[in-house]
């Protein structure tokens, strides 16, 4: 062998030196490519394409890269150190050395692990805890524990699940609950791993056998408490104080089960509760959820007879103006769920939630919604721009009285002056109650008055719309059919049935299909729910129709009205028509404007832009009415004139009766 290598040498012309030299260059330039593998994709990035890496030498696992606007950007990560033949202690029996040619990716299986585990250390579990904590939180072995976690769950043991085994399992998940952690939960394949995780220690804490004397599992990521009731107990009560990431201050949760409640019980039962202060952000972080958990996360197992309990979260980050939701985790769909709980009390500092444990709802929080805008000039826009809404509103009700008599002599007229009366009357009772609305605070404290205030303002801003519908639809009467066919009183109550009659009828809908699932409000405000019953539809779609079928029929008024083959005696009614086409031509596209804002701030609820316009919009259409519906009016600025001057007349004339009575009768002095 010596001789062909040398002979080789000779052949290519190199002494044996530089054959050592070109090996050692090429395994430099080995440990530089597979070092240069690692890291982030060397080739061409082109938006949405991806790339696979190596993990490091003696490392199983890859890492996946996307690119986004030129840049490569890491999104799976399985590289792991945890394998089945390194995860248990070395003075741990052995199970005989793994071959050097089989390669350990092949090899690890979680199941495997978990077999090697329950033949090892079946008693305590403790034989993989050492190497477990000293192992990286890389995603890889955060995966690998979660599956040893869940596997270990389902599995047949030899001996019930007492406190020493509750205590390594939990050591186990607090190594990867650790806040450290969080951002690598991102990278797992398997987005729903931290699901498993609280399903799997919920499922062994099922298990947990309690005797006498309570348990008391304090680590810092997890803590398990556990005792027993019975019916003659007065209530219980497990109070939890926990770090949450790395702050300084503890947060706080209790779990409450009331002497009504505990009552229910026949015979000694176990109650079983774990709190987790980083769960909530690791499922936020791996699931995409839209809320932020602001509290600990409380799991509670609870003998079947009790259906309801207490819970009193701490909350992590003060919640002033900004909503806050009782929420159960749906073991089912993955996702935090209002159905399973109840706020009962909320303030700045803490919430106090009602809930009702069961096979779907096991573990409790409270959500935070991370959008909500609490801008002091939203605020300062949207009172001053009511006050300034409501004295126009009332100013335009008051010029209307004085002029009715002079402006609606005509059938046409009166109609007209009927419908935009009660489109300003509406739109100031919509006001109004929307200032009782945010004075109520939101549903948590007055549930039953922010019903009421909702249904009002649902009915009053719908009948706003209804009553601008009236219009166009007396204008396409007047187009096309004859004024006088029909009589007048059947004419006004036809008005007032599409004014007010038809947003009652969905107002009373909406109400009566959402509420019973307490789907009607928005957890933070008294107004329409969208996020779960879309109940804000009932205004939206009804108001965007509307703006539609107005704006064609305003297109129908200028083409009907440029035809030459108008009679004379049609004159005055054409004339009348086209007045209130200009009123819907422009108050139409307001209002329309006016709430396609606000479907935007829906949609992008980040905007501050989209608010503040809709604010403006919203709280001036008041104005809006007063100006282009009354003042703007030759005929009621010609009524305004001569009501005036009819008003100095007449007080001109009292004064000369009254001097001329004075003059006649001259006061007598003493005699």
């Known amino acids: 062998m010596t001789h062909m290598f040398l002979l080789c040498c000779l052949v290519f012309l190199l002494p044996t030196e530089s054959c050592r030299t070109l090996c050692q260059a090429a395994r430099k330039s080995k440990e530089e490519v597979s070092a240069r593998t690692h890291g982030a994709c060397d080739g061409v990035c082109v938006d949405n394409s991806n790339c696979t890496q190596p993990c490091p030498p003696d490392t199983p696992g890859n ?23 390194n995860i248990f202690e070395e003075d741990s029996p052995t199970m005989g050395a793994p071959p050097t040619s089989i390669k350990i990716s092949e090899s690890i299986k979680s199941q495997g692990i978990t077999d090697m585990l329950l033949q090892r250390c079946p008693m305590d579990l403790s034989c993989v805890i050492k190497n477990i904590r000293r192992s990286p939180r890389i995603p890889g072995n955060i995966a690998v524990i979660v599956q040893l976690l869940h596997n270990i769950s389902t599995a047949e043991l030899p001996t019930n699940v007492d406190e020493t085994k509750m205590q390594s399992y939990s050591i186990m998940a607090n190594h990867i609950l650790d806040s450290k952690s969080i951002s690598n939960w991102t990278f797992i394949p398997e987005k729903n791993s931290s699901c498993v995780l609280l399903h799997s220690v919920n499922t062994f804490a099922r298990r947990l056998l309690i005797n006498k004397h309570p348990i008391d599992i304090p680590d810092a990521f997890i803590h398990t408490m556990g005792t027993i009731i019975s019916g003659d107990n007065n209530g219980k009560n497990l109070t939890f104080s926990m770090r949450v990431n790395d702050t300084r201050n503890n947060v706080t949760g209790r779990v409450l089960i009331t002497r009504d409640e ?30 932020t958990v602001n509290g600990l996360v409380l799991s509670v197992i609870l003998p079947k007879e009790l259906k309801r309990i207490s819970l009193v979260f701490e909350k992590i980050r003060n919640s002033k103006g900004q909503g806050t939701q009782c929420v159960g985790w749906h073991s089912f769909e993955n996702k935090w769920d209002q159905h399973a709980c ?13 809930c009702r444990p069961s096979k779907l709802f096991t573990s409790f929080s409270i959500l935070m919604s991370p959008h909500t805008l609490e801008s002091p000039i939203l605020i300062y826009i949207t009172y ?28 046409i007229s009166y109609l007209r002056h009927l419908c935009i009366a009660n489109v300003a009357a509406t739109l100031l009772m919509a006001d109004v109650w929307f200032i009782v609305a945010s004075f109520l605070g939101g549903p948590t404290a007055h549930h039953n008055g922010c019903v009421a205030a909702t249904f009002f303002v649902h009915f009053f801003y719908l009948s706003v719309f209804f009553w601008m519908l009236a219009k166009a639809l007396l204008i396409l009467y007047g187009i096309l059919i004859v004024f006088h066919t029909l009589p007048k009183s059947v004419l006004v109550a036809s008005l007032f049935s599409v004014g007010y009659g038809c947003p009652l009828v969905i107002a009373v809908i909406t109400v009566a299909a959402t509420e019973p699932g307490k789907g009607y409000l928005r957890p933070e405000a008294c107004w329409l729910n969208w996020d779960r019953t879309k109940a804000l539809l009932a205004f939206v779609v009804p108001a965007l129709v509307i703006v539609v079928v107005n704006l064609i029929t305003v297109t129908l008024v200028i083409v009907k009205t440029q035809r030459p083959a108008i009679g004379s005696s049609m004159f005055q009614e054409v004339r009348a028509i086209v007045r209130i086409s200009k009123n819907i031509a422009i108050l139409t596209p307001l209002l329309g404007l006016t709430w396609g ?26 104005f809006f009415i007063l100006v282009f519906g009354t003042i703007l009016d030759p005929k009621i600025r010609e009524a305004l004139k001569d009501r005036i001057s009819s008003a100095k007349w007449i007080s001109r004339v009292s004064e000369q009766n009254l001097s001329s009575e004075f003059s006649c009768h001259p006061i007598k002095g003493p005699s």
């Open 63 to 85: 890492v996946g890269f996307v690119c986004r606007q030129k840049k490569w950007y890491k999104i799976i990560d399985t590289c792991r150190t945890l394998t089945a033949f």
């Open 262 to 291: 505990v009552q229910k019980v026949r015979s000694s039962s176990q109650f079983v509760s774990i709190a987790f202060p980083t769960l909530g952000a690791i499922l936020e972080a791996s699931l995409l959820e839209k809320g």
């Open 342 to 354: 109840q706020m009962i009390q909320e303030n700045s500092q803490q919430a106090v939630c009602k």
């Open 384 to 411: 001053i721009g009511l006050g300034i809404s409501i004295c126009s509103l009332i100013l335009c009700l008051s010029i209307e009285a004085l002029v009715w008599s002079r402006v609606t002599k005509t059938e």
């Open 597 to 622: 804002f606000g479907i935007a701030t829906v949609i992008d609820d980040t905007s501050l832009v989209f608010h503040i316009l809709f604010s403006l919009l919203n709280a001036f259409q008041g």
